[in-house]
T-cell receptor, first 114, second 114 residues
């Protein structure tokens, strides 16, 4: 799996937007960009993923740079419940089907202030 | 739809013993992956099963093994337990385990080796 770089921690205020950056300069053309988060004492939770175009779902938005070397996870209105470790993961695909297991780095510890 | 379930949730074993953990994926999901989470090493990929075949494997010793049944349920086994095997073991399921699939994690089994 190609490597990703994320800030160790970020802090934001409740009800404000949060932009979590991720650099992945060695991304290959078939790598999907996935975001997961892990709340305290829980298993990881899928947030969003994309390949080339920006993506939106009920949880967040994913903005992907045109050269795909970086991406940003956007939480539009952070709540205390969004305090978690956020992981940006690249997932390649095998020609015969299947894909690499998720490679979790250190992630970004998001702190939300009330 | 029921989520991913793992049993047991907590387990205490003695060095040298073996242990079997169980995972039931979301209905319709054919890919099951296993991960180990420790404070020192973080989340690490163990292996992935698809249609009863191990398709992908992480960098763990042969003491760690698994299998998948025809109903997609999976078990992982750790033989000759060591103190360092104490960890949270997480199971994740996805439709087909491709790079574009999202993985859904269970709550994990907390294994303590004494």
């Amino acid at each position: 799996d190609a490597k990703t770089t994320q800030p160790n921690s970020m802090e934001s205020n409740e009800e404000e937007p949060v932009h979590l950056p991720c650099n992945h300069s060695t991304i290959s053309g078939t790598d999907y960009i996935h975001w997961y988060r892990q709340l305290p004492s829980q298993g990881p939770e899928y947030v969003i993923h994309g390949l080339t175009s920006n993506v939106n779902n009920r949880m967040a938005s994913l903005a992907i740079a045109e050269d795909r070397k970086s991406s940003t996870l956007i939480l539009h209105r952070a709540t205390l419940r969004d305090a978690a470790v956020y992981y940006c993961i690249l997932r390649g695909m095998y020609s015969g089907g299947g894909a690499d297991g998720l490679t979790f780095g250190k992630g970004t510890h998001l702190i939300i202030q009330p | 739809k029921a989520g991913v379930t793992q049993t047991p949730r907590y387990l205490i074993k003695t060095r040298g013993q073996q242990v079997t953990l169980s995972c039931s994926p979301i209905s319709g999901h054919r890919s099951v992956s296993w991960y180990q989470q420790t404070p020192g090493q973080g989340l690490q990929f163990l292996f992935e099963y698809f249609s009863e075949t191990q398709r992908n494997k992480g960098n763990f010793p042969g003491r760690f093994s698994g299998r998948q049944f025809s109903n997609s349920r999976s078990e992982m086994n750790v033989s000759t337990l060591e103190l360092g095997d104490s960890a949270l073991y997480l199971c994740a399921s996805s439709l087909a385990g491709t790079g574009s699939d999202e993985q859904y994690f269970g709550p994990g089994t907390r294994l303590t080796v004494t």
